[in-house]
């Protein structure tokens, strides 16, 4: 999950997270505390989403996007070594 996103979406909507937990009805240690220790429960994220007026899946699309680069990067990366190799057996067969 993405935490850094729900701040900016917050932020763009013009919600610092002080107004952000006060509409949450929770104070603003607890979101602090949420936001800082990456403990943010389902019923938690739901209301974010739902003051937000975001889907929750949004919270999530930045993490699985970047996840999903670096697969993509290693992939090729994996492509490159392979093709040394063969590279390299093709020499040692000469």
Not at 14 to 37: D, Q
Not at 61 to 89: A, P, V
Request: proline content about 1%; aromatic content about 8%; charged content about 30%.
């Amino acid at each position: 999950m993405d935490y850094t996103l729900i701040k900016k979406i917050a932020i763009n909507k013009g919600l610092s997270l002080p107004k952000l937990a006060e509409k949450m009805g929770v104070s603003k240690t607890s979101i602090y505390y949420m936001f800082n220790n990456k403990t943010i429960t389902v019923d938690n994220l739901e209301l974010i989403a739902k003051i937000l007026d975001v889907d929750i899946a949004l919270f999530f699309s930045e993490s699985f996007n970047s996840t999903q680069k670096n697969n993509e990067k290693r992939i090729k990366e994996l492509e490159m070594i392979i093709k040394i190799y063969i590279h390299l057996i093709d020499l040692l067969k000469k």
